[in-house]
T-cell receptor, first 119, second 113 residues
Framework: SAVISQKPSRDICQRGTSLTIQCQVDSQVTMMFWYRQQPGQSLTLIATANQGSEATYESGFVIDKFPISRPNLTFSTLTVSNMSPEDSSIYLC????????????????FGPGTRLTVL | AQSVTQPDIHITVSEGASLELRCNYSYGATPYLFWYVQSPGQGLQLLLKYFSGDTLVQGIKGFEAEFKRSQSSFNLRKPSVHWSDAAEYFCAVGHNAGNMLTFGGGTRLMVKP
């Protein structure tokens, strides 16, 4: 199984500032995924981060607001730019890992999340 | 497009009582179905999954779920709830193992002493 760590675990930020969230995986993965979980809501995919190419963003999310870096196969960052209170959410990093003995099945693993509060 | 509905936003049960969390999905073919649990301040943990075969699947922490194709449902059950089961539970559907999942809105479980 994949072990995923995120930094910071939580932060309180002022409106208009930016925060960069780090995601570290204990094994090499081709794609890393960033999700947002707004208060009381389910998970929404923000973007897919591929190593060596630009991230692919889902509808409603843009690179200027959520720039992503993917410098190597075990690490990615998500920046929340020019924050407003509406950006208060939990941000989760996720990867797929093949499960041994299960054929082509890849299980999705999630990091512990970064809880962001914007004042 | 696939979708997942969890009709119950909140559920409260007494410790020791049985539990059933509902999940309905919409998908044109045989789905891959998952239940995840998110404890306060934690990430998501996979409880169990269904791909094919026996429609009653066993998971971790004493949970089980039953796939009912005729009802497009994949309800999660536990015969006796423990206080530590208080958490948010998410049902998810995928159309191929390892492809992106579509999550339901979640059900928040509270356990009374």
């Amino acid at each position: 199984s994949a072990v995923i760590s995120q930094k910071p675990s939580r932060d309180i930020c002022q409106r208009g500032t930016s925060l960069t969230i780090q995601c570290q995986v204990d094994s090499q993965v081709t794609m890393m995924f960033w999700y947002r979980q707004q208060p009381g809501q389910s998970l929404t995919l923000i973007a897919t981060a591929n190593q060596g190419s630009e991230a692919t963003y889902e509808s409603g999310f843009v690179i200027d607001k959520f720039p992503i870096s993917r410098p190597n196969l075990t690490f990615s960052t998500l920046t929340v730019s020019n924050m407003s209170p509406e950006d208060s959410s939990i941000y989760l990093c996720s990867v797929f890992q093949p499960v041994s003995g299960a054929g082509s099945y890849n299980e999705q693993f999630f990091g512990p999340g970064t809880r962001l509060t914007v004042l | 497009a696939q979708s997942v509905t969890q009709p119950d936003i909140h559920i409260t049960v007494s410790e020791g009582a049985s539990l059933e969390l509902r999940c309905n999905y919409s998908y044109g073919a045989t789905p891959y179905l998952f239940w995840y649990v998110q404890s306060p301040g934690q990430g998501l943990q996979l409880l169990l999954k269904y791909f094919s075969g026996d429609t009653l699947v066993q998971g971790i922490k004493g949970f089980e779920a039953e796939f009912k194709r005729s009802q497009s449902s994949f309800n999660l059950r536990k015969p006796s709830v423990h206080w530590s089961d208080a958490a948010e539970y998410f049902c998810a559907v995928g159309h191929n193992a390892g492809n992106m999942l579509t999550f339901g809105g979640g059900t928040r479980l509270m356990v009374k002493p």
